[in-house]
């Protein structure tokens, strides 16, 4: 069965440093997005992606944060100096035309 | 902007008991979507069940049960007979467009004792 592949599993990084998070979709899917989660919160949207733009972002997804599709397969998002609160699950996600999504099993940030 | 209430924080049964999760949903769109994810100790988010907002029918699969009611914006979620497999955080989520935000609530712990 298709899945959504993400790496790092798990990075931790120093405060200020930019980190890439990685993500493979399901092949035939045309939306991507990114989830956060904070330990034990609930699951917030960050950035929703389709034909190859930002479609909706949410007021977490600052100039901090940016996305990616650099080669019709990989879907990243870079944080470019992290901060503390940035230490999350971040989940990738690829939804199909019935607008079901389907997620990674995440990566796990810790800033330090 | 979308919004979905999960009331209960937490539920805990005995194995074989049946158990409803609760989740209200506030949008001002006609036309939205509906979903349950489920995710263990493990950390990942499986998807259990969408739900368009035309479709109000109920649906049952296997163990799992979902009553959609507009009247009431409820879409509740009941498991029967549990097991302590189902033991997990479920979310309700809605979505006012394909493509767009999916607003989750704030998750359900149900904890299932043998």
């Known amino acids: 069965e298709p899945e959504v592949t993400q790496t790092p599993s798990h990075q931790v990084t120093q405060m200020g440093q930019e980190v890439i998070l990685r993500c493979v979709p399901i092949?035939?899917?045309?939306?991507f997005y990114w989830y956060r989660q904070i330990l034990g919160q609930k699951v917030e949207f960050l950035v929703s992606?389709?034909?190859?733009?930002?479609?909706?972002k949410s007021e977490i997804f600052d100039d901090q944060f940016s996305v990616e599709r650099p080669d019709g397969s990989n879907f990243t998002l870079k944080i470019r100096s992290t901060k503390l609160e940035d230490s999350a699950m971040y989940f990738c996600?690829?939804?199909?035309?019935?607008?079901?999504?389907?997620f990674g099993e995440g990566s796990r940030l810790t800033v330090l | 902007a979308q919004k979905v209430t999960q009331a209960q924080t937490e539920i805990s049964v005995v194995e074989k008991e049946d158990v409803t999760l609760d989740c209200v949903y506030e949008?001002?769109?006609?036309?939205?979507?509906l979903f349950w994810y489920k995710q263990p100790p493990s950390g990942e988010l499986v998807f259990l069940i969408r739900?368009?907002?035309?479709?109000?029918q109920n649906e049952i699969s296997g163990r799992y049960s979902w009553n959609f009611q507009k009247s009431t914006s409820s879409f509740n979620f009941t498991i029967t007979a549990s097991q302590v497999v189902d033991s997990a955080v479920y979310f309700c989520?809605?979505?006012?467009?394909?493509?767009?935000?999916?607003?989750f609530g704030a998750g359900t712990r149900l904890t299932v004792k043998p």
């Open positions: 996600a690829s939804g199909n035309s019935l607008g079901e999504l389907f």
């Open positions: 092949s035939n899917h045309l939306y």
């Open positions: 992606f389709y034909n190859n733009e930002i479609s909706e």
């Open positions: 949008t001002r769109d006609t036309t939205y979507y």
């Open positions: 739900r368009n907002s035309f479709d109000e």
């Open positions: 989520a809605l979505s006012e467009a394909i493509g767009n935000d999916m607003r």
